[in-house]
């Protein structure tokens, strides 16, 4: 009956397998850990939707309003000229709310302009009835195609519901409450962010 003897070992290819199976092991760690750690993190959609946006009014000319995009929101940022500002206090026995009882603003929103720099209305674009985006309408007097009476403000097409130059409903629309004012404060003379309260002690 003959020995038999182990063959030698390969050091170098034992090397080999040995660095071969780290490597595999430490990949597959890497692929489950991943998503582990991962989920600590809010995803970039999530920061997105519910971070605050910046927009610098000093772009927007007097009577000229734009729209950015909070939380998939269409938010206006309206110049108001003074014209339109002295036109507000006048819309009181008009509207359904013109002290702006119900929580629609912030605390720190006060009527009869709805903001914290009089010249500028940021307001959610959407139409407090069914969600609709009503048109900016501040032609006012025989300009106007709302009538001559009309103050200047916003109109709902889907349902006609109207709004003063304040986002403030106006008696007999189908809305039952004001515009939305979001969260803001003017970060400097000339940018304000959407999403955000002021800073304590401001």
């Not at 000319?61 to 110049?79: D, F, N």
């Not at 007999?172 to 939305?180: D, E, H, I, R």
Request: aromatic share 8%; net charge positive; with cysteine.
């Amino acid at each position: 009956m003959s020995a038999t003897f182990p063959e030698p070992v390969d050091e170098k290819r034992r090397r080999i397998l040995l660095v071969a199976t780290s490597v595999t092991g430490a990949v597959a760690g890497v692929g489950i850990a991943g998503p582990f750690v991962a989920s600590w993190f809010p995803s970039a959609r999530a920061l997105a939707a519910g971070a605050p946006v910046e927009y610098d009014v000093s772009k927007v000319e007097p009577g000229q309003q734009i729209t950015v995009s909070w939380r998939g929101k269409p938010v206006w940022i309206l110049h108001r000229t003074k014209e339109m500002l002295d036109r507000l206090p006048g819309n009181a026995p008009l509207l359904s709310d013109p002290a702006c009882e119900e929580p629609q603003q912030p605390a720190y929103i006060k009527a009869p302009a709805r903001s914290l720099k009089p010249d500028y209305l940021v307001a959610e674009g959407v139409c407090t009835h069914l969600g609709c985006t009503p048109n900016l309408k501040k032609e006012v007097g025989p300009e106007s195609d709302m009538g001559p009476t009309w103050p200047g403000g916003y109109y709902c097409p889907c349902h006609g519901s109207r709004f003063d130059l304040a986002g403030r409903v106006f008696k007999g629309s189908p809305a039952p409450k004001n515009l939305v004012i979001p969260p803001n404060h003017f970060k400097t003379e000339s940018v304000v962010v959407i999403g955000a309260d002021p800073p304590k002690g401001a």
